[in-house]
Every structure is written in structure tokens, then in C-alpha cells.
């Protein structure tokens, strides 16, 4: 009987049936998912965390300060990402993970025993949590495209996608409540709990889907260390990782492009509005709330209910097509009517969609390249690359400083952005076609499905 099957006449678990409410989870799934579910949770938890504890502490050196450090976390991201290169070369996968883990908590402790020292530690810090908060993520996108099929991935990446999606909304929350009596440096010693908890379930789930290609006969060893091809050669010889760079750029250029566009019009606005009973920082902070409320409520409930089947039925092409038009759509109405209520909704329905379907369908393009792509060349997309779409947004407000712009130029760079970046998911999602037609009769080969 084959696997087709036997799926079909094996009931799926009652964990299996309760999560089809999110995607279609199928019978030996659940345990994992839900795993590696909780683990993204715990990392964003963490992450937030750290990001709750920098505010401060880079705020005293100047909103300036913050500015400059923002660009100069993509210039530390490259000796960051040659050293993970080399690590890769010499371990498998758990050791990697378990290194570069340790060496985040490691950090963590040393900020909090110099801080009782008394030396200032903002911009540092700042410039630290930029480049632990996008390759944490990285390295867990790339466990999770390597643990899952592209199939299952297709089907299970929306689970996962909860986990991130309620983690930062619980972690905001964690922190606003712990930092009175704990502090900033506090609150990074219990971020660094949770990473070693992070790390238990990541050995977890690697024993797991070990022991399950054991069984099965699949000829694969996780634990065989990575190629000598560094990441940055990875992606520039590979023409579909090449368009995913490109497509990581756009995405952050134009978000945050549309995040400055917000604050002129906010700005602007509050000038009108604020008066001797309301300063502009309450205006500002007031507003402010609202948004990111508005952003994590709508994310969590796409993130729920819509992401994995809108994956099921426009597929990974399809359900990249979303955010751009989206975009595209709000700065062509903000470029006829620059109101503070129409960037409100642009941007809440723009970041809301990023977060959730597009940062979910983003990482299920990489379950189609090979493993050491899956690390390497992703932790290159997905840090220094994300990085550098913050510095081609800070040049253009720089240049549209100088030469004295309106928003309505913002909102038209925003528009050709826009245009360029459907282009590019529509070659991307040709390509992904054609990779996944030649994964789909190694799949079919396999003696049985790997359960996840």
C-alpha cells in the first residue's frame, strides 16, 4: 500500500484533528508541529523581551544614535555570517544550532555583569539584538525547512507561523509587565533562559525526525557537517536564491519607507491636534498603541485562520503576490490622499500581512534548495540582505531630506518598488515551480513518508 494510501485510511490523532482547524495536519504530524510551534514562540518571546531592553538604553545616546546604529548592524552581519560559514564547515546541524545558541546566552550574561560595572552599553546592544534577532530566526527557518518535506512544509509552515505570530504579542506583554521590578538588564538574563529552554526543544524535535528517517531508511545524516561553499557564493551562483535576496530587499525597503511615510503624515497631523492638555509625545505614543494593537490582532487572526489556505489554494506564488499588491494599492491611494486614517489602514493591513502570510510563505521558499542553502545561504537572505533594504530606506530619506521631498514622492518610490517587486515573485515563483517538480518524484520514491 503506498503512502497516499495509507494516509487515507490511517484516522488522524485527536492532536491531529484539533490543529486542522489552523491546516491540515495529518496523522504523526502533531507532536512536532506543535514542538517546533512552541519553540518560535519562546524566541519571539525572547526576542521581545531584548527588544522592550534596548529602547532605553540606546534612547539616552539620541534618536540619532539609533538611526546610525540601524545601518551599521548590516556591515556587522558580514564577519558575523563568514564565522557562521566556517563553524558550518567543521559541524552538523544540532551542534551548530547548539553553538550559536550558546553563544547568544553567553552574550547575554556578559551585558548584565557589565552593567553592574557601569559602563555603558546602549549602542552595543543595539547594534547586538539587530543581528540576534534576524539569525535566531534564520537558524529556526532553516531547522524547519530542513525537518519538513517540501509537501509537509507547504501544509505546516501556518502552524508554525502561530507560534511566531502570538509569541511577539505575549512577549510585548511579558516585558511591559517585567521590566518595572527587573529592569532592562533583568530582563536579559531571563531572555537567556528562555534560549537554553529553546534549545532543549530544538534537540528535541532533531532526535525525533533522526529517529523517524532510521526507521524508514532514509539515507540522511544531520549531523554531517555543511559544505566549504559560503553563503554569500551559494546565493550569488544560484539564480533563484539570487531572486529571493532581491525579494527580501524590496520587502523591507518598501515597509519601511511606508513606516516614515506614516510617521510624516503623524507628524503633520499632530501639529493640528495637540494642544496645552495633550503634549505631541502623548499624541504620538497614544496613536502608536492603537497601531501596533491594530497589527497584532489582525496578524494573529490571518496568521489563524487564512495562511494556510491561502497557501492550499494560491500556492507559494499565489500567496506572494499578496503583500505587493497590497502595497502597491495603499501608496497609490496615499499618493492622491496623504491622510493619517487611509496610512493607518495601508499600514496596518500591509504589516499585518507581512508578519503572517508573507513572512510564513517567505521561509516555505527555501524547502526546495539544498541543505546547505537551507543554512548558509538563507542566514545570508535573511540577515544581511534584510539588513540592507533598512539602508537603502535610510539613504532615500537622507537624499529626500536634501532635495526636500513631500510624502507624495515617498509614496511614488514606493509605487516602482512596488511594481519591481511583482516582477520578481513572478520569476521567483516559476522557478520554485520548477524545483519543486524535481523534488516531487524523490518524494514519491521514498519507501515511506517521514513522519513529522
Not at 524566541?43 to 551599521?72: D, H, M, N, W
Not at 559602563?119 to 530542513?146: C, E, H, K, R, T
Not at 492638555?277 to 489563524?304: C, P, T
Not at 539602508?391 to 537622507?398: E, H, Q, T
Request: aromatic share 10%; with cysteine.
Amino acid at each position: 500500500m503506498d503512502v497516499q494510501n495509507r494516509e487515507a485510511v490511517t484516522p488522524p490523532g485527536v492532536l491531529e484533528r484539533a490543529l486542522r482547524l489552523f491546516a491540515d495536519v495529518r496523522r504523526g504530524e502533531g507532536w512536532t508541529a506543535i514542538l517546533l510551534t512552541l519553540n518560535v514562540f519562546l524566541l519571539l518571546t525572547a526576542y521581545y523581551l531584548l527588544k522592550v531592553s534596548r529602547e532605553p538604553l540606546i534612547l539616552v545616546s539620541g534618536a540619532e544614535t539609533k538611526s546610525y546604529a540601524a545601518a551599521g548592524q548590516a556591515l556587522l552581519l558580514i564577519p558575523a555570517l563568514k564565522l557562521y560559514d566556517v563553524l558550518a564547515r567543521h559541524v552538523g546541524r544540532m551542534m551548530l544550532i547548539a553553538t550559536v545558541t550558546l553563544f547568544f546566552v553567553f552574550n547575554l550574561l556578559v551585558f548584565a555583569f557589565l552593567s553592574r560595572l557601569g559602563i555603558p552599553l546602549g549602542v552595543a546592544f543595539y547594534l547586538w539584538v539587530g543581528i540576534f534577532s534576524v539569525m535566531i530566526m534564520a537558524q529556526f527557518w532553516s531547522f524547519a525547512n530542513d525537518v519538513y518535506s517540501p509537501e509537509q512544509g507547504k501544509r505546516l509552515f501556518a502552524i508554525l507561523g502561530i507560534g511566531s505570530s502570538v509569541g511577539a504579542v505575549v512577549g510585548t506583554r511579558i516585558a511591559k509587565s517585567l521590566f518595572p521590578p527587573l529592569g532592562p538588564y533583568g530582563l536579559m538574563v531571563v531572555a537567556a533562559g528562555v534560549l537554553l529552554l529553546c534549545l532543549f526543544l530544538f534537540w528535541v524535535v532533531h532526535l525525533r525526525t533522526c529517529t523517524s528517517c532510521r526507521d524508514v531508511g532514509v539515507p540522511t545524516n544531520p549531523e554531517k557537517p555543511f559544505g566549504k561553499v559560503g553563503g554569500f557564493r551559494l546565493m550569488l551562483t544560484e539564480r533563484y536564491l539570487l531572486v529571493i535576496g532581491a525579494l527580501s530587499i524590496l520587502r523591507n525597503w518598501v515597509n519601511t519607507i511606508g513606516e516614515y511615510v506614516l510617521d510624516r503624515i503623524l507628524l503633520h497631523n499632530a501639529a493640528a491636534q495637540t494642544s496645552s492638555a495633550v503634549s505631541l509625545g502623548q499624541y504620538v505614543a497614544s496613536f502608536k498603541a492603537d497601531y501596533f494593537a491594530w497589527v497584532n490582532s489582525v496578524e494573529v487572526l490571518i496568521q489563524l485562520f487564512l495562511v494556510s489556505r491561502i497557501l492550499k489554494y494560491l500556492g507559494i506564488g499565489g500567496a506572494l503576490l499578496v503583500l505587493p499588491l497590497i502595497s502597491l494599492s495603499g501608496n497609490m491611494a496615499l499618493s492622491f490622499l496623504p491622510l493619517l486614517s487611509l496610512s493607518l489602514a495601508a499600514k496596518v493591513s500591509e504589516n499585518s500581512v507581512d508578519y503572517s502570510l508573507q513572512n510564513t510563505t517567505a521561509n516555505a521558499l527555501f524547502l526546495v534548495v539544498s541543505r546547505d542553502a537551507k543554512y548558509k545561504a538563507k542566514a545570508v537572505i535573511d540577515t544581511f540582505l534584510y539588513r540592507v533594504g533598512d539602508v537603502m530606506s535610510a539613504a532615500g530619506v537622507w537624499v529626500g531630506g536634501v532635495l526636500g521631498a513631500t510624502t507624495t514622492h515617498f509614496t511614488t518610490l514606493n509605487i516602482f518598488l512596488s511594481v519591481a517587486w511583482l516582477g520578481l515573485v513572478l520569476v521567483v515563483a516559476r522557478e520554485h515551480r520548477r524545483r519543486l517538480e524535481r523534488h516531487e518524484p524523490a518524494e514519491r520514491s521514498m519507501p515511506s513518508a517521514v513522519p513529522a
